[in-house]
Every structure is written in C-alpha cells, then in structure tokens.
C-alpha cells in the first residue's frame, strides 16, 4: 500500500498571506494525483487532480504542481473561505490512499 | 446534477447488523465505479471498497476485507454497506463516494455510532 505523507500537520497563516502545502508519495505516482479540500461537517471537496489540473470552480489563487512522489500545493492570497483541511490521494493503484492531512488555520 | 444521498445517522449495539444506502441521480449509474470511505475523527478518509454496478465487480480494500459487504441495486441507482456484526471500533463518518480515477463527487456522509 502507497503511504502518503503530508507536511506540515499545521499550517498557521495570515489572510492574504500565501501557503504552500507538501506531500510525498512512499512510491513514484506519475501524476496520479489529487488534492481535495474538507471543512468542518462537510466532505471533501476536489481541487486538483491529475497533479495539476483545477477542478470545476476552483479558484485560480489555488495551484498545484508535482510528480512522481513529490507534489505541492500552493494557495498564493489566502482568504477566509481558504481555512480547512486539506488531503492529498494517490490513484495510481489500489487501495487508494489518502495523506493524514495538513490544517490551514488563521495566525 | 448530479447528487450522492446518504442514509440517515445510525446508533447501533455491538454484535447488531447494519446497511446504509447511498442513492444516486444525475448521471449514469452503472458506468462509474462508487465506493464507500471511512473516515475517523482527525484523520484522513480510508477507502474501504469500490464497486462497478453495471456487473458488481467489487474490490476491497486489505484492510476491510471480510469486514464489511458492499453491494448496488443498479434498478433504483443505490449502492449500499453492510456489517453483519457491528464492533465498537466500526464508529465513524462514512462516505460514498462517486469515482472517475479521483473522487469527483462525494455523498454528505453517514455517522454511524456502535455503542452497548
């Protein structure tokens, strides 16, 4: 099973400020990847996948980038809408895996 | 557009049975793969089983296997959970969740509680 491991557990940011978010992958992934949002009491919303791709209706402050077992995700003006968990998942063979996670809370 | 209703929260006795059903619209029931996740307080979701409702090819994760059963009723677009005997560890949040490689979209979860 692919481990993936997301750094750091918790990231404290001042609005506006930018963010950048890591995560690895135990074993190369291609780009094999995706990057998912999660809010207190609601599921996990798609952000990117395939690596780099922006899902329908994410905002173009939020850029992803990575292959093989490293991938980032960057949120350059950070607003309030922005503070939640976010988790990285490798498709690239089964059981799909997901990082632990990393919080974005305001400074 | 495309949804992902889950059942109700559950409350159920240790060693009790349990099915909850995730009823889809919008799409094409039996060209996606769906799937069921688990996700405990603090972590990351688990993915415990996807199933292909058109012939219910069915994959289990390791770590669920023999665990639980999911299957589909591709006639009413509802894919479904079950525990035959329910532990108190088996207490989480749990999605189903709609496949296209990643998850595009996901049901709003259903808590279930195993409490004696």
């Known amino acids: 099973e692919i481990v993936m491991t997301q750094s750091p557990a918790t990231l404290s940011v001042s609005p506006g400020e930018r963010a950048t978010l890591s995560c690895r992958a135990s074993?190369?992934?291609?780009?094999?990847f995706a990057w998912y949002q999660q809010k207190p009491g609601q599921a996990p919303r798609l952000l990117f996948y395939s690596a780099s791709t922006r899902a329908t209706a994410i905002p173009a402050r939020f850029s992803a980038s990575g292959s093989g077992t490293e991938f980032t995700l960057t949120i350059s003006s950070l607003q309030s809408e922005d503070f939640a968990v976010y988790y990285c998942q490798q498709y690239n063979e089964w059981p799909q895996t997901f990082g632990q996670g990393t919080k974005v809370e305001i400074k | 557009e495309v949804q992902l209703v889950q059942s109700g929260a559950e409350v159920k006795k240790p060693g009790e049975s349990l099915r909850i059903a995730c009823k889809t619209s919008g799409f094409t029931f039996t060209t996606y793969w769906i799937g069921w996740l688990r996700q405990m307080p603090g972590k990351g979701p688990e993915w415990m089983g996807i199933?292909?409702?058109?012939?219910?090819?069915?994959r289990y994760s390791p770590s669920f296997q023999g665990q639980v059963t999911i299957s589909a009723d591709k006639s009413i677009n509802t894919a479904y959970l079950q525990w035959s005997s329910l532990q108190a560890s088996d207490t989480a949040l749990y999605y189903c969740?709609?496949?296209?490689?990643?998850?595009?979209?996901w049901g709003q979860g259903t808590l279930v509680t195993v409490s004696a």
């Open positions: 969740a709609r496949l296209v490689n990643w998850v595009d979209y």
């Open positions: 074993q190369s992934i291609d780009t094999n």
């Open positions: 199933i292909y409702p058109d012939d219910s090819d069915t």
